[in-house]
């Protein structure tokens, strides 16, 4: 395999047939067959036998992308409007200041209390379980550690389809199957969570809001409905993330609860700025306590200036969430109205992206980009929904909407005509 002699995909002899082969005993090709599973090289599928992973441990979704040459208006890096962003400066410079009067040494407790406390009591309101809080450096970070507190290489997660990319590249590094539920506006499909659970997925991933990239947000019905599929797999470990926390306004319908482990991630980065690294943590006690001790044994913790800064930007009210929300929700409203005046569909019920369906990917992308406009490519987000590209719609202004609607809809049509309405 690392010579490159099998391809992915390729089944791998039985193991008492190429023990005899080798002149090797059984169980030695067993413990081979065992370690290359667990590194995530080759998977096993009951009497199907074993065989080369059909993609590698890391896939790279990331390098899905558009180059954007100059003079090409860029819609496609998924990045918050920094005109909506709050200084950090006053707020760092408090923190620093604490720091320097009451240092954070090893040992010290690595969860500021202030920030603890207030992430708490919006959890309460928001009805998030009980349940004790992490901090981590952002939401990818704290999904890692708690797929990584549960699971075995070889598991299977429920992931959403299409769904964050960088999702659909870390479950796999971690050695784990992934299996695609589909998502309508709002969210998860019940049948498709269901039948992954039957199937035999351990975890099921969901986004609460804003869900990258479709703007997906779970109503209480569909939330009512998925906690109805979660009783009856109390084994499930649940994982939701709900990065849009300030930058939108609808209402929060957490699903956790009602499976024994379940986790809640809110990160700061699309309301507060990404380079601030930070996301809140909670979760039922066990999930939590292996969380918070394999984060010990590797970087410690979060920065507590960092921690005490961000506690002071929820003080200081440094997000005005309607307005934030407002913005967004205006943006993508009106790409979405003009869209439909051309005929072409596009889905983009919260957060920043609009999503649209193409019947040929590739084509659109070029096609955009030849007409002076740079989308994501709906490949780094999809495991086997239909094509589609992906609109940042975060600083898209008054005046550019027309344009970029006359645009998407010769780039559509000029494909076929698919995802016309």
Not at 386 to 400: C, F
């Amino acid at each position: 395999m690392g010579a490159g002699e099998l391809a992915p995909g390729q089944p791998l002899p039985p193991m008492r047939e190429l023990a005899e082969r080798l002149g090797v005993n059984p169980n030695t090709v067993a413990a081979a067959y065992r370690t290359l599973r667990e590194r995530g090289v080759i998977e096993t599928d009951g009497r199907r036998g074993s065989r080369v992973r059909s993609r590698p441990a890391t896939t790279g979704r990331e390098f899905i992308r558009v180059e954007v040459p100059a003079g090409v208006r860029d819609a496609s890096a998924g990045n918050p409007d920094t005109a909506l962003l709050p200084p950090l400066g006053p707020a760092f410079a408090w923190a620093a200041a604490q720091g320097d009067r009451d240092p954070v040494l090893y040992g010290h407790e690595p969860v500021e209390p202030e920030l603890a406390r207030t992430a708490r009591a919006e959890l309460d309101a928001d009805g998030v379980p009980a349940g004790p809080v992490a901090v981590t450096s952002g939401a990818l970070d704290a999904i890692e550690r708690v797929l990584a507190a549960h699971l075995k290489p070889g598991d299977t997660v429920a992931l959403e389809d299409p769904g964050w990319g960088s999702l659909l590249d870390l479950v796999p590094a971690l050695g784990l199957r992934t299996v695609p539920v589909g998502v309508d506006d709002d969210g998860p499909l019940p049948k498709d969570v269901d039948r992954a659970l039957e199937g035999g997925a351990r975890a099921l991933i969901v986004t609460d809001r804003a869900q990258n990239p479709t703007g997906a947000a779970v109503g209480a019905a569909r939330a009512r409905a998925l906690r109805a599929v979660l009783r009856r797999h109390p084994g499930t470990l649940l994982i939701e993330d709900d990065h849009g926390h300030r930058i939108v306004d609808l209402p929060l319908h957490p699903l956790a609860g009602v499976t024994r482990h379940w986790a809640f991630v809110r990160s700061v980065a699309k309301a507060y700025g990404p380079d601030l690294r930070l996301a809140v943590l909670t979760g039922d006690e066990v999930t939590l306590d292996r969380v918070r001790g394999r984060q010990r044994l590797g970087p410690g913790w979060v920065s507590r200036i960092t921690q005490r800064a961000v506690a002071r930007l929820w003080a200081d009210g440094a997000v005005d969430t309607a307005a934030v929300a407002g913005a967004y929700r205006t943006r993508r409203d009106a790409l979405i109205a003009a869209l439909a005046e051309r005929g072409v569909e596009a889905r983009g019920r919260s957060g920043m992206n609009v999503w649209i369906p193409v019947p040929d990917e590739t084509g659109a992308v070029a096609r955009l980009l030849h007409a002076g406009w740079a989308v994501a490519p709906g490949a780094r987000f999809r495991l086997g929904a239909p094509p589609g590209i992906r609109i940042t719609v975060s600083t898209l202004a008054q005046d550019e909407v027309g344009p970029l609607a006359d645009a998407v809809a010769s780039a559509v049509r000029v494909g076929g005509g698919r995802g016309l309405v």
